[in-house]
């Protein structure tokens, strides 16, 4: 009976030193003895959170590279929309070899100007208009997949208008038609690209939510339960002592007959 009452007090303690440990860490779960298959699981799940995060974070950024791009077609659209003004201008039988040539001169600034822009548009060191980034790839999902965005290529020879002259004979407006078009599209199909991030975002925001809470309800300590434990625990253990003084005393007492 001794034997018994010392093995179930040394219990008690156990139990009491893990809800105090489960109190003080806000964790359910701090070791695998705790429970080893809510363990497993449980960082099953912040794997997950932790990669939808950050596919979250992907996703933003690659919404601001979205941004610097859109801003620098919205200038090239404007110059192309302004050479077609001026090649239409020149397209006029009143104007003279002189003319056209000052014409020309102001498309050649604008054309400059769209060299430039695409050459110089860049988000984290990368050209975003010349071609070089290619496809690039948005890893918005927790596993690293995603989407890939097709960056534009914009140097005046990708549009087609490098050779764009008014002061030829046989000057086509029709070149800076296409450049537009071609323009216009791309931006809008990263203007696609963009909306699509957005859903991407939204949706992994309200995965990353589930996940944490599916994760808190295995890991996390109930309060309002851990207390009512501790609580238990404590009258079991002064319980649990007061029999083992009592049965002390008794074993005395019974000593004490024998020897007198």
Request: aromatic fraction near 6%; hydrophobic fraction near 35%.
């Amino acid at each position: 009976m001794g034997i018994s009452s010392i093995s179930y007090l040394s219990k008690q303690n156990r139990d009491m030193y893990r809800t105090y440990r489960s109190l003080a860490s806000g964790k359910r779960i701090n070791t695998a003895s705790d429970n080893a298959a809510g363990l497993a699981i449980a960082n099953k799940l912040k794997t997950r959170v932790g990669g939808t995060n950050v596919g979250i974070s992907n996703s933003k950024t690659s919404q601001n590279m979205l941004n610097v791009a859109d801003g620098a077609i919205g200038s090239v659209t404007d110059s192309l929309q302004r050479i077609r003004e001026l090649g239409i201008q020149a397209s006029n039988g009143l104007y003279s070899a002189s003319d056209r040539s000052a014409i020309q001169a102001e498309i050649d600034q604008l054309k400059e100007s769209i060299g430039g822009i695409t050459s110089q548009t860049k988000f984290n060191e990368m050209n975003v208009l010349d071609g070089s980034m290619g496809s690039s790839h948005v890893a918005s999902n927790a596993d690293g997949g995603g989407m890939n965005i097709d960056m534009p290529q914009f140097s005046l020879e990708g549009l087609g208008i490098a050779d764009f002259d008014v002061t030829s004979n046989n000057f086509d407006v029709s070149a800076i038609d296409k450049a537009l078009e071609k323009v216009s599209a791309k931006r809008s199909y990263l203007g696609a690209a963009y909306n699509g991030l957005d859903h991407n975002i939204a949706y992994n925001t309200y995965a990353a939510y589930n996940l944490t809470a599916a994760q808190s309800r295995i890991e996390d300590t109930d309060y309002a339960q851990g207390a009512m434990d501790l609580k238990k625990q404590q009258v079991l253990n002064t319980y649990s002592i007061m029999m083992q003084r009592k049965m002390i005393n008794n074993a005395d007492g019974q000593v004490r007959m024998m020897l007198g």
